[in-house]
């Protein structure tokens, strides 16, 4: 990780869970880290715990709504007038609503489209371009991706999401060929975690907290650290090697 260090990560959701673990430990390794989320109060509480830890990097806390495309362009306008630009771009953000494809809400399914989908394609748009513009031929775009997206588990509601997330895998393994076509090393890598223990489940099951504990209690799941380790091991790889795709499974997970 030291060629990293001093350079700029975008993490998408960085203020809960998976993002905000992985702007942590992205910071402990030296790098400055724009951590964006619709709220603050939880990345800069985060940011003072980094600085409070004596890490060499960084966080520096953004707000931005990431379905408004406005807003997304806004943000990287800043982190270009403050920081330059942006050398690694980590689409963590997502969102899941229980919305059946029978019977789905019409707002439900647009707004896991504008977070899961659109927002990821529109920030690896404008890193890619912040890259290109700067001369940066050794960038990498990461897309947090999900186990849905390489398998339709028989459950309704997550059928819809499960679509978001096969998008990702083809825009993942598109964006590798664009990128390979403009004679660019920039990599591009997806990382597809099987359950992992956040408050995912917690926020999906909103009306049955029952549920949200079942997830969790009848595995062993993956924590947020293991997938901002997959993270850093990718970031890691040799300039030449390109970790397409990672898929990380709790030992106990059937599917």
Request: aromatic residues 6%; glycine residues 6%.
């Given at each position: 990780?030291?060629?990293?260090?001093?350079?700029?990560?975008?993490?998408?959701?960085?203020?809960?869970?998976?993002?905000?673990?992985?702007?942590?430990?992205?910071?402990?390794?030296?790098?400055?880290?724009?951590?964006?989320?619709?709220?603050?109060?939880?990345?800069?509480?985060?940011?003072?715990?980094?600085?409070?830890?004596?890490?060499?990097?960084?966080?520096?806390?953004?707000?931005?709504?990431?379905?408004?495309?406005?807003?997304?362009?806004?943000?990287?306008?800043?982190?270009?007038?403050?920081h330059k630009g942006v050398d690694v771009c980590i689409n963590n953000a997502g969102?899941?609503?229980?919305?059946?494809?029978?019977?789905?809400?019409?707002?439900?399914?647009?707004?896991?489209?504008?977070?899961?989908?659109?927002?990821?394609?529109?920030?690896?748009?404008?890193?890619?371009?912040?890259?290109?513009?700067?001369?940066?031929?050794?960038?990498?775009?990461?897309?947090?991706?999900?186990?849905?997206?390489?398998?339709?588990?028989?459950?309704?509601?997550?059928?819809?999401?499960?679509?978001?997330?096969?998008?990702?895998?083809?825009?993942?393994?598109?964006?590798?060929?664009?990128?390979?076509?403009?004679?660019?090393?920039?990599?591009?890598?997806?990382?597809?975690?099987?359950?992992?223990?956040?408050?995912?489940?917690?926020?999906?099951?909103?009306?049955?907290?029952?549920?949200?504990?079942?997830?969790?209690?009848?595995?062993?799941?993956?924590?947020?650290?293991?997938?901002?380790?997959?993270?850093?091991?990718?970031?890691?790889?040799?300039?030449?090697?390109?970790?397409?795709?990672?898929?990380?499974?709790?030992?106990?997970?059937?599917?």
């Amino acid at each position: 990780m030291d060629r990293w260090k001093g350079r700029v990560a975008l993490v998408t959701g960085a203020s809960v869970g998976i993002g905000a673990t992985i702007a942590k430990e992205l910071v402990r390794y030296g790098m400055t880290v724009v951590g964006c989320a619709r709220s603050l109060d939880k990345i800069q509480a985060l940011a003072a715990e980094c600085k409070s830890a004596g890490h060499s990097g960084v966080l520096i806390p953004m707000k931005c709504d990431l379905t408004n495309a406005e807003d997304i362009q806004s943000m990287f306008a800043a982190i270009k007038a403050q920081h330059k630009g942006v050398d690694v771009c980590i689409n963590n953000a997502g969102l899941a609503h229980p919305e059946s494809l029978l019977s789905g809400k019409s707002s439900a399914w647009k707004n896991m489209l504008d977070v899961n989908v659109m927002a990821l394609s529109i920030c690896t748009r404008e890193a890619y371009q912040s890259m290109k513009e700067r001369n940066i031929d050794d960038g990498h775009i990461i897309n947090l991706n999900s186990i849905c997206g390489h398998i339709v588990i028989n459950s309704g509601d997550i059928h819809f999401y499960t679509a978001t997330k096969y998008a990702v895998s083809a825009l993942t393994e598109g964006l590798r060929q664009e990128l390979r076509e403009a004679k660019t090393h920039i990599r591009a890598t997806s990382i597809s975690p099987g359950i992992v223990e956040t408050e995912f489940a917690h926020r999906f099951y909103s009306e049955s907290p029952d549920k949200a504990s079942a997830t969790y209690s009848q595995l062993k799941p993956l924590e947020a650290i293991d997938v901002a380790n997959a993270v850093v091991y990718v970031l890691s790889a040799p300039p030449h090697v390109q970790i397409a795709e990672m898929l990380l499974r709790p030992v106990e997970q059937q599917a």
